[in-house]
């Protein structure tokens, strides 16, 4: 396959053209080659159109990370329709709510999973059952059949008529109220994507790229695309210890690892021999802010690595990233727009702020997603107009704003405030959570740390830390004595909370929703 790449399969498509015997994705024992996937992924292209799958149709993949759940996402995009991958940690009530939602008229998922489906399929949208490996249980009737293999469709799938413009993707996003909801992604956000951001780490086929988040989620998506365009060598892993992650670096010569901050304070402390940590060529984090001693500990492990700061949101699938070259002078910077992107900080009233003022990050560019997925409501909420000074004759123009309040310096730098739903007001100032959880980290003896904003009359907000032990029992004296040297009092929490683990969303971040309601309730 060869020409541009304007729809989401065109990146494994070229890419096995190219080089089809080079490895393309490895799990577990088993490593297929792009030109192997690439035939896996045209046999279940086919198999789809001929259960009669059309333009625009969704096809959830409710699979843990295998080689089998990349080739359906594939597939989907070849065969015209829409995937929907759904997190392998999630209950039937939730993958139950996404089917639903979304409407898939097509589900991707493995005998043993299915069987824990029965309730939810009685009643929805799926039509039509593919699974993995052995055949699909009785109580899902004739809707199931087993996923077919290049033996049994030798031949190309019927060419999808969908453009870059046509939705390509839903991934399911927890929000600060009510059930997940489904961002619309683009085949163009993907490919833009996915060319953005292996540009700007210098991906090549050469690298060997860890895959440890979920493929629903984005960043955790972006690996898969990221390696493809450059025909990089993509190792998938379902994220269990600490420890496994340095063996598998160790096992396939890993050069590139991106993770969120709550996976890099664990994997920051594993056991790195140097020779597998001299082979990592670049680290990324997203997702949040990584605190600044977790930054330091990457860097003294990784010493040949770049280290990439970046901010992403799923409205918008990638945003910024911080010049390797920039961390000593920037270290708390989410850093500028990624290539082919526009990042705009802004006042309630679109008018741009000055250096140091706070304001909304807005986004900009290919990369804005479509909307929420059959909502037209929060879609008109977070997808606005942006003003253009001198440019009032062209159609309006639709950006992300994101929710996140952020500032930029003299230089342009951007660096992350908070969530806008985040942030604790009290006793008449604003604060990040962030800066007190960079406080609790600070002193040592904290492994994890979220800070809340709980209300109260008088104040506004008490503020609550949440937090483990970095090593035996939490010593509350010496915690609270160093938070009272390092902050104003006005920050110094009225109450902490230590726990011996601390609840995380599917996507690996911590579940600040669940511990507000805990600690409110």
Known sequence: MTGIRTNVHHLLGQAAAAAPESAA?????????????WDAVRAAAVQLQELGL?????????LEKRIELVVGVFATSAAGGVFVPINHVLKPAQVGHILNDSGARFLVTSADRLAQLPSVLIEGSVEHIVVVG?????????????????????????????????????????????????????HRNLVVGAESVSSYLGNTSDDVILSILPLSFDAGLSQVTTAFAAGAHCILMNYLLPSDVPKLAARHGVTGITGVPPLWLQIADADWPDEVAGRVRYWANTGGRL??????????????????????????????????TEIDRHPDSIGKAIPNAEILVLRPDGTRCAPGEEGELVHRGALVALGYWNDPE???ERYRPVNHPGQQWRA??????????VVADEEGFLYFIGRTDDMIKTSGYRVSPSEIEEAAYATGVVRDAVALGIEEVGIGHRVVLIATSKVGELDMAVLLGALRKSLPLYMVPSQIDVRDELPRSPNGKFDRNLLKAQVSG
């Open 54 to 62: 059309q333009r625009g149709d969704r096809v959830a993949i409710y």
């Open 291 to 324: 605190p600044r001693t977790v930054l330091d500990r990457l860097r003294s492990v990784f010493t040949n690595a770049a280290p990439y700061l970046m901010y992403g949101l799923t409205e918008a699938f990638r945003s910024t990233y911080l010049d390797p």
């Open 25 to 37: 994705l490895t799990y577990k024992q088993q490593t297929v080659s792009y030109g192997e996937l």
């Open 134 to 186: 052995a055949a699909g249980t009785a109580s899902a009737g004739s809707r199931v059949s087993s996923l077919h293999t290049p033996a049994e469709h030798a031949a190309a799938p019927a060419l999808p008529a969908s453009i870059d413009i046509d939705p390509a993707a839903i991934l399911y996003t927890s929000g600060s109220t009510g059930m997940p909801k489904g961002v619309v992604l683009s």
């Open 378 to 380: 929060r879609t008109s």
């Open 396 to 405: 309006p123009e639709l950006a992300v704003w994101s929710g996140d309040t």
